[in-house]
């Protein structure tokens, strides 16, 4: 009994020590967001907030800068969201239900895309939207991004068509229903739970995305967070306070949707993974 | 059946019985259309345009201007030391993810696979650096490392082992090392995760009666544990090495590939060697030497997979 009960002791130090390293970083944030800027420079070290400092969220968002770059980010992650999951529900259904040549060449193209790092085409990514002339502008994000997330959201989408009986349909076609019909009325009630997986998916990789977003945007009030954000470093104008604050606010929805869209989101990844 | 059938046109029928689906022949391409078209010309073109590249000399200042130069850049790489560094490089940045990600992951996932009060908290607490943008985990991770007033440092100093000068990403010796904990650190907990997932199709009955027979610890786990999670660690290991070589922000906002070049990966080579050293060729090449490595690594963990799955069902 003893030895159980020090197993016990042993498993929980060793959980809290995983929990505190897995929140450290962003637990640093916010503390040296609320320290005042000459205590971050001097030997004392504070580990807690000094929520007296709460000001310097204030500081941060005044004059509209940061709060703009969020506005970019919100709206370039929403666009790229809508239109991933309108392209992979066509061809998820597409890949689950019929058979058509090239289908292998569809599904290994779309493996391919997982494999092919951003900063590989962002050049001709770049003359390609210079021609269309949607270069520093939020619309060529969202097209870069979706190219890159939407291959994920069809292969998580595909799998849980793929899970769906097919009586089901056939019900359906039995009374006359079109394809489309079937698709919208039938199977996408079906799949709720993996449609917001891919949804949560798509919205932050355009909210993380940083190669295109810095490359293709020239002008400071086109720019995501990532990239104001980025522009942080080695500029030494702005407090490391203001600088945590800023990155805690950008940090903070991410985590916090994550959390709550945590499970779906992990098993729309390996499905999408496994079956793909 | 039959009433049925009476009410439903011929055609509709005979298409129906014909495909076994729903819709005309014509079906799957209306859906397929809009997707393939856009991945066509926002993946497949610009992929192939650097494929041409590769083979060119092209300055990011004129990029109209580009001479064809065959198998040049190519045979520059294969002669560049440097570049068999950033490969060394790349090499250890992926297995150091790899192994570190699925090793702390499994760690943690056991540790969590028991029924504890806050068990849901610690679990999506544990997700936080997965979720956490990389921008943002640079900086805060560079902050923390800074040399004079960095958490990290005062805390290295305070149990004797602090770096000289408190250089961390400033270090040849120290970059590589602290750009892989923050990547790992950032990776675990989806393999966590996964494999918490994975832990729960083992059979308690197994367990339970291997620690009756008084086998230890880690034949329990060799014997009823590591083949049920045994696939799908294959798959993490997959998903983790793809991951880490397309990796770029957190490597190129923390170092840029530096100091010295001792956490160039190939993507942050190619980067550098396109807007810092204008050179778009160059660039295209090295890209193209990544995406082959990524399939070769890909289509061999493939192959090695379904042989021991095979194995496994034989």
Redesign the interface.
């Known amino acids: 009994m003893r030895a159980t009960t020090a197993g016990t002791t042993a498993?929980?130090v060793?959980?809290l020590v995983?929990?505190g390293?897995?929140?450290f970083?962003?637990y640093?944030?916010l503390v040296?967001a609320l320290t005042r800027p000459d205590e971050?420079?001097s030997d004392s070290?504070r580990l807690v907030p000094d929520f007296s400092q709460l000001g310097s969220f204030g500081d941060a968002l005044a004059g509209g800068e940061v709060s703009g770059w969020l506005l970019n980010s919100f709206l370039i992650s929403v666009g790229t969201m809508a239109l991933s999951i309108a392209?992979?529900v066509?061809?998820a259904?597409?890949l689950s239900?019929?058979?058509?040549r090239g289908k292998v060449l569809?599904g290994l193209?779309l493996?391919?895309?997982?494999?092919?790092?951003?900063?590989?085409?962002?050049?001709?990514?770049f003359?390609?939207f210079r021609d269309l002339s949607l270069l520093n502008s939020r619309t060529g994000l969202v097209?870069?991004d979706?190219?890159?997330v939407?291959?994920i959201c069809?292969l998580i989408l595909k799998g849980a068509i793929d899970a769906i009986p097919r009586e089901i349909?056939e019900a359906a076609?039995?009374d006359?229903?079109?394809?489309l019909t079937?698709?919208t009325r039938i199977n996408l009630p079906l799949i709720v739970p993996s449609l917001s997986a891919a949804a949560v998916i798509a919205f932050?990789h355009a909210?993380?995305e940083?190669?295109f977003a810095v490359?293709f945007t020239f002008d400071l009030d086109k720019r995501p967070a990532?990239v104001g954000?980025?522009g942080?470093?080695g500029e030494l104008g702005t407090p490391?306070s203001t600088?945590?604050a800023v990155?805690?606010m950008?940090?903070l929805p991410?985590?916090a949707?994550?959390?709550f869209a945590?499970k779906y989101v992990?098993?729309g990844?390996?499905a999408g993974?496994?079956k793909g | 059946m039959t009433v049925?059938e009476k009410d439903?046109p011929r055609s509709?029928l005979r298409r129906?019985r014909r495909?076994g689906?729903?819709?005309s022949r014509w079906?799957?391409?209306?859906?397929?259309m809009?997707?393939?078209v856009?991945?066509t010309?926002?993946?497949?073109?610009?992929?192939l345009?650097?494929l041409r590249?590769s083979f060119t000399r092209t300055s990011?200042l004129n990029?109209g201007n580009n001479e064809w130069v065959r198998l040049d850049n190519f045979r520059a790489i294969v002669e560049d030391p440097e570049f068999i560094r950033t490969l060394t490089t790349t090499l250890i940045y992926v297995i150091v993810c790899v192994v570190g990600a699925i090793g702390i992951g499994l760690g943690?996932a056991l540790?969590?696979n028991?029924n504890?009060r806050g068990r849901g908290l610690?679990?999506?607490?544990?997700?936080?650096?997965?979720?956490?943008?990389?921008?943002?985990?640079?900086?805060?991770?560079?902050?923390?490392m800074n040399a004079?007033?960095g958490?990290v440092n005062?805390a290295l100093e305070a149990v004797g082992l602090g770096v000289p000068d408190g250089q961390i990403l400033a270090s040849e010796t120290y970059a590589l090392p602290a750009v892989l904990a923050t990547t790992v650190?950032q990776l675990f907990?989806?393999p966590t995760?996964?494999l918490l997932?994975a832990l729960q199709s083992v059979p308690k009955e197994t367990t339970e009666a291997a620690m009756m027979d008084g086998a230890g610890r880690w034949w329990t786990f060799r014997a009823a544990t590591w083949p049920v999670i045994r696939p799908?660690v294959a798959?993490l290991a997959v998903?983790m090495a793809?991951w880490s070589?397309?990796r770029?922000?957190l490597i190129w906002?923390m170092t840029k590939g530096g100091p010295l070049g001792s956490t160039r990966t190939i993507?942050i080579d190619?980067?550098s060697r396109?807007?810092e050293s204008n050179d778009?060729g160059m660039?295209?090449a090295i890209?193209m030497v990544?995406?082959v490595i990524?399939?070769l690594l890909?289509t061999g963990s493939l192959i090695v997979n379904r042989r021991a799955e095979k194995e496994a069902a034989a």
């Open positions: 498993r929980i060793a959980v995983v929990l390293i897995a929140v970083p962003l640093w944030m040296t971050l420079f070290l392209l992979a066509p061809l259904y597409a239900r019929f058979t058509f569809v193209g493996l391919l895309t997982q494999m092919l790092p951003e900063a590989l085409l962002v050049v001709p990514l003359a390609i097209l870069a979706s190219a890159f939407m291959p069809a349909e076609r039995m006359g229903c079109r394809p079937i698709l932050f909210w993380n940083y190669v490359t990532s954000l980025a942080f470093i490391m600088v945590m990155a805690f950008f940090t991410a985590v949707f994550y959390l945590q992990v098993s990844l390996t993974a496994v | 049925i439903v509709a129906g495909r689906a729903v819709g079906t799957p391409y209306a859906f397929l809009v997707p393939v856009y991945l010309v926002f993946q497949a073109v610009p992929l345009q650097e590249l990011l990029p943690t540790l969590l028991v504890f610690a679990r999506a607490l544990v997700t936080v650096p997965w979720a956490a943008p990389g921008v943002a985990i640079a900086l805060v991770a560079a902050w923390m004079q007033y958490v005062r650190w907990p989806f995760i996964v997932a799908t798959l998903l793809i070589i397309r770029f922000e906002l993507v190619l980067y396109a807007f778009l660039a295209a890209g990544g995406v990524s399939l890909v």
